[in-house]
């Protein structure tokens, strides 16, 4: 038997100097509110306030970081009780919850070293009071304590909501969205506390799925004409109002690459015409979402809303998982991902507004130092995101720090994103992201690099004051 | 004069925490038996098991990391005693191995912060006895002393290979190698010790040198008629089970890029004959190469050879180089390298097999968190390698182990290969990768994100298990 | 009030071991002379020994490090004083220099963790003497320190040079440059103090502003017929040789990428009347370009001079700046950089000359492990220039080392380049270096890979020798 280790000390370098200094700036910010403004929580969750299902549905079955693993080791994803697409063939989905929470039990071992293990342990201690770590044989007390407490008033959504010190959180919806959970908070006075933010990849990617119908179907929500491309733009403009009244302050653009383009009107409007009617290049497709981008950023402007950029997923790589389980089951692949070139029509256009605020993410670590730091080190409108998905780790943030410091300071980042739907490690994740910058400012502070007193404030600054900043909030 | 440091903390981290956990780690791993499921051993080393050469022809003329760098300051080859091909210029090859040995030696300093230093000394210490460390100075003392115990029973391969507590080795060798040594290995006994592996470039590459006569080659071996694809096919699959017979559980294939492709059987015919015709681009050679590793996977479902991907290098650079002396001469310098989109054809049909087994490597670093940590950490079908080539060496899998683990973990890799044909020095290598995971498996304790205990069967698993279970061996 | 913290053991690891170790070996090479071969200091300075302007003409106003950073936070160019190209629009520029250095001392808060900061922060407390940090609170006493001080003699250009240890300096000068400050310090005994380096961006790269007038006033400066490519030809050596009677050991070449390409005579020709027509498409530039460098190389082997490639610039990236304020504004940025293929043409030609030495740089450190540490650790012309530009830092440097020595060594780097134009604080910079090279080294020896005699032979190489040899000064 084994216990769980939530040492005070995690995760801050061995060193002992530079570990005391991590452990002074991180008293000054572990008890900060915590700003969340780009995630994927389900709003249902805070607007209905039903109580969380059983440990597997809520731990295992939605997280992708977990079930990706476990099927990468040959687990079949019907065993852990993945849903499969309608008509689908393969073995039966487990119904039993304590059966798939079994065999995650008995292959915890496969997350040594991953933050999922990280998150996992935190939320099984703080927010279960669970000492042992999981394993085969405490699977089903681990089972039993949490379905228990689940059933429990304090561990409703709201509760939690108010327990993990939250302060403000973003959810993630499409422009088709009618935002009916976000109006039942916000009559719910809950407004302010739990927002949306537009991420209209479904009707700005001619390949995204069911394209033309979404673009019919956004027609019939503003009743603007979206057979024209000026109807088009008035109903996208007209749902970022809409989106604008349930608290968003940004969008959010899931793109293949950054490409970014700057049509004449008349080649746009040629262009709409061909996307929408399905007649188009792959070639095309690309040109337009770039453009789109670039009309974005105009909207923006005229909005005020920030412009996230999360470019850089080849997403459903695996064919056969993508035919039997569908989308975001584990398998979108980073890609090798250029900027400079990409965002320049972007940049040329709107680049020096004083009132436009884009934040560039990458999965790509190797654009860090070579050109996003340089790129957001320049341009007035350019801030960088935190490491994120498969970087938003101990060593993935250390790396985004490392990179991008020197060339872009701290002042041009924007403090952390959980961006998670697994709404119970959200404080374990900003904790992750505060403990890594403490530890970092820390070296900083121990090599002579830094001030003491400076690195206080920058911390408070990484941990709190730049996300409200950056996103407005 | 100065000392050898074969320090037993070397390679540690300096904190002394960190250093404490590493030895601990460590002491239960060092004295494990060495399983090295790649290399470039001579397999007739241990058939025949003839005393080695002198000092020269064991450990510098054939060793590419040695000569290369003495060549990149101004040493020519030939001062070395590096063969040339047959009609080349130049000047004449230094014959006396002495005054090779000489040479080296003034230039041991060369060679600071590398791994060849590393390995060297190791091989100067605990298998010669040596001292002092090498210079022009001692240049003599090392040449009579190496030379001398070259000369002694207990300094013949296979009383290394027993001294080397190494318990299995595997060889690499062509289809079209008759695997002679194998066979003398088998019959004395050594046949569960040294085991070849299937390396098929020279029949699978149309721009291999004298690609056409291999395979006509291969027909004449196999009795199959390889002027059709058919008989190629089976060709292929004939002598895939005569390596079976020798011991081989994996193949292995070094293209120049991962690109894999999956033709339908009339146009997987039609470039057959184009290849084999001489009558072919570049991309066509691209193409047939890649659609061969598809059918490489296809037979190893039939026969579970393991399948080992090592892409990404420019062979040959060197013009000159070439012309004088031909292949392996330290002159193949590493590319970016493709695995996203390169692979989706092989993984689209196969990625999903439970008993097809794929290990990828690569000579581009940037690729660890960006491509291949969250490809491995989703296709059942694929591990990774370790750290290879270039990237063999302390540094490099210290960023291996930080760029792969938190996506990855640490079961979807196979263990350390050392990859080498210095045999010398093989106990050196494993001795480093082992070092060096102890290193990193003790830091992520140290910072409380592993438990000692687990770190422990970690441990095990790197240094042993792993390399055992993905070879199949 | 805080105070600035030069502390003696800044920018060495923390751990103890570590640090003593770093102590050590940096107080051998401490006070070495400065050897600078490449930077881009006015060479009016040295030749006139006029006094310094103020300090915001002296340290914001040509420092686009620090006017890009401010500007990337809002700050609009002109408030920094930093000047207009004719007839642009936009608001008046600040000709108050004690404002600019208000607003930069008010902002100073967003260098933490930059280059920047380390090297004004030594400029002020070792250079003028000031003891408390920058900020909104001690603006004016910095102003008025540091006007003060610049007004006396030994703030003098040649004072502070003496002052410095600076045993030899390069600037940089295009062809068409007379050299008449490099005549004067030769007249005045600082020849061989003060030196030039050949440039020849403007008449080699078809889309440099004004190429084809630059090629006119070649031959107009040398006599040569350069609307003939022989003629061009000769115009170069003309001028290369003229360079060298000023001093000059190297050549410099700052490409859009690595390419180079080797033309036969007649094709080379053709592109030059193509390309001197202003009749030519961007591959036909970036041949041309390459082409060219083949040609640099080939006059290189004639005359001895080193050869310098900095490619992977995308220069003048953000248009808006670019018309309003020119080049060199802070708007260029890295991108993705190929030279394993690029060189190949150069290297197929000249790369196994013993007499040639091409140096060879990178904004893509992604090359470092993968591209170049493997040619410079093969071929005997080729060396690896330090970490450059936006690497140039603390974390750069760590991860230039990191990342060539164990596949390169030490011995194929050229020591430290400052290369800048802010003369004052050079010495600063080279102690960045000295301070990095020694905390790698430092760790080499703490995890005995390296024995610390060797380490402090090659601190004295990496800091002094390497530099002397590897330009031929």
């Known amino acids: 038997m084994s216990l769980i280790d939530l040492h005070e000390d995690r995760l801050f370098p061995s060193d002992s100097r530079v570990r005391s200094l991590a452990r002074h700036l991180y008293d000054t910010v572990r008890d900060l509110p915590i700003i969340s403004p780009h995630g994927h929580t ?18 295992i079955t939605p997280d992708h970081y977990v079930f990706r ?12 009780g993945v849903p499969k697409q309608p008509r689908a063939g393969g073995p039966e989905i487990e119904r039993n919850p304590r059966k798939v929470w079994r065999l995650f039990a008995e292959n915890y071992h496969l997350f040594h070293g991953t933050p999922s293990r990280m998150w996992h342990d935190w939320v099984y201690s703080e927010v279960f009071g669970l000492t042992e770590t999981l394993s085969a044989d405490t699977a089903d007390l681990y089972f039993d304590t949490i379905d228990a407490k689940l059933k429990q008033d304090d561990f409703r959504p709201r509760a939690l909501f108010d327990r993990y010190n939250i302060e403000i959180i973003a959810t993630t919806e499409d422009p088709l969205d009618p935002l009916v ?93 061909k996307v929408t009617a399905g007649d188009f290049s792959t070639d095309e497709a690309e040109i337009f979402r770039g453009h789109m981008l670039v009309e974005m950023a105009r909207m923006s402007l005229e909005d005020g809303l920030v412009m996230q950029i999360h470019p850089g997923s080849f997403r459903n790589h695996n064919q056969g998982v993508f035919e039997r389980f569908g989308r975001d089951k584990g398998a979108d692949i980073p890609t090798r991902t250029d900027y400079v070139a990409a965002l320049q029509p972007l940049l040329s256009r709107y680049g020096n507004e004083p009132n436009l605020s884009v934040i560039l993410f990458t999965l790509d670590e190797s654009v860090y130092s070579r050109e996003l730091a340089p790129l957001a080190g320049h341009y007035p409108v350019l801030k960088l995101g935190p490491a994120w998905w498969f970087h938003d780790s101990p060593e993935g943030m250390r790396r985004f720090r ?7 300071g701290f002042y041009n980042t924007v403090g952390f994103n959980d961006d998670t739907r697994a709404f119970l490690s959200i404080p374990a994740r900003h904790d992750v992201a505060r403990r890594m910058d403490c530890g970092f400012l820390a070296r900083l502070v121990a090599e002579h690099r830094m001030l003491e007193e400076d690195a206080a404030q920058v911390a408070q600054d990484l941990a709190y004051n730049l996300a409200k900043a950056a996103y407005r909030l």
């Open 42 to 59: 389900d709003p249902s969750w805070f607007a209905e306030n039903e109580p969380f299902p059983n440990p597997a549905a809520l731990l």
């Open 181 to 273: 959970h976000h109006s039942k908070l916000k009559d719910d006075g809950w407004g302010k506390k739990v927002i949306t933010a537009f991420r209209p990849d479904n009707v700005l990617d001619p390949e995204y799925e069911g394209f033309a119908d979404n673009i019919a179907r956004l027609g019939e929500i503003t009743g603007c004409d979206t057979t024209t491309y000026q109807g088009y733009l008035d109903a996208l403009m007209d749902r970022r109002a809409y989106f604008k009244q349930h608290g968003a302050t940004s969008s959010d653009h899931g793109h293949p690459t950054a490409t970014t383009a700057d049509l004449a009107r008349f080649e746009a409007e040629t262009l709409f015409a």
């Open 402 to 408: 490392e990179q991008t410091t020197e060339t872009a």
């Open 69 to 80: 693993m476990l099927y990468s080791q040959g687990i079949p994803l019907e065993a852990l």
